[in-house]
Nanobody
């Protein structure tokens, strides 16, 4: 059974930082591409950052480039999202996702495995 469990969300002021974690179990972690997504109230889920396991290539949404960094620790089966210089518009539920064949890492439709989400609130 595949499980993804996010943690690390919370409330911060604009300009602050948070690090999200996603612990993965039940799959061959090293062979899956993974991504972070977010969904704000009344909006569609959007891709934030992704890492392609085949070549380690990372991709980011334009809105977070230079502020967010995705990384993973295969030894700990954990995916991270370091979020710096947070803005109120970053407020959303954040989800991690994984799948074995992903062509567009930032598309939520590419992933079958999802975590339950962690909430991030950024106040101005």
């Amino acid at each position: 059974q595949v499980q993804l469990v996010e943690s690390g969300g919370g409330s911060v002021q604009a300009g602050g930082s948070l690090r999200l974690s996603c612990i993965v179990s039940g799959l061959t972690y090293g062979s899956y591409s993974m991504g972070w997504f977010r969904q704000a109230a009344g909006k569609e889920r959007e891709g934030v950052a992704a890492v392609d396991d085949s070549d380690g290539r990372k991709s980011y949404a334009d809105s977070v480039k230079g502020r967010f960094t995705i990384s993973k620790d295969n030894a700990k089966n954990t995916l991270y999202l370091q979020m710096n210089s947070l803005k109120p518009e970053d407020t959303a539920w954040y989800y991690c996702a994984a799948d074995s064949v992903v062509y567009d890492g930032l598309s939520p439709y590419e992933y079958n495995y999802w975590g339950q989400g962690t909430q991030v609130t950024v106040s101005s």
